[in-house]
């Protein structure tokens, strides 16, 4: 699946989206451009009280690849390419690192009993402050959802 290719082709020529949903769509127009065979789907909901952003599945529909993809972004107003973007505070990383949390957990329990399917979840973001170690002494709600570079999670999360 053109995964990495995807983010590598977004990066040269979206480097900024309105939203998630425009993310997303982005994200599946490349995939679909990249591999013109693969079924996309947007969206999905593969099986009860499951849901997914994105499906990629193979014409055999014997693999595929489960999609999670967030957009967590802090203030910003400006223009690229001439294209002008308004970016809104989306704050409370404790609770946007919830949610990734989650998403990695459905993807991994989607993909668990699937043979040849795998899951990937990105998080793009321009809020330093998912990825930065926190810079005071003090323990925070946040602390069990810091999603920096080499984090491992593992065990339960509260």
Excluded: C
């Excluded at 099986?47 to 990629?56: G, I, K, N, T, Y």
């Excluded at 990937?120 to 330093?128: C, K, R, W, Y």
């Amino acid at each position: 699946m053109p995964a990495r290719a995807v983010l590598r082709s977004l990066a040269a020529t979206r480097p900024v989206f309105h939203s998630e949903a425009d993310f997303q769509f982005a994200f599946a127009w490349e995939a679909k451009r990249q591999r013109p065979d693969l079924e996309v789907r947007l969206e999905t909901h593969p099986e009860p009280a499951v849901r997914l952003d994105l499906e990629l599945i193979t014409p055999a529909g014997d693999r595929g690849v489960a999609v999670e993809l967030k957009y967590m972004t802090r203030l910003w107003a400006g223009t690229d390419r001439s294209e002008s973007f308004a970016l809104k505070n989306h704050g409370a990383s404790d609770l946007r690192g919830y949610d990734v949390v989650k998403d990695i957990h459905r993807v991994e329990r989607f993909t668990l009993n699937r043979p040849g399917w795998t899951g990937l979840v990105v998080v793009l973001t321009n809020d330093a402050s998912y990825w930065r170690p926190r810079t005071h002494g003090r323990i925070t709600n946040a602390d069990a959802f810091r999603l920096g570079e080499g984090a491992v999670l593992e065990g339960s999360r509260a």
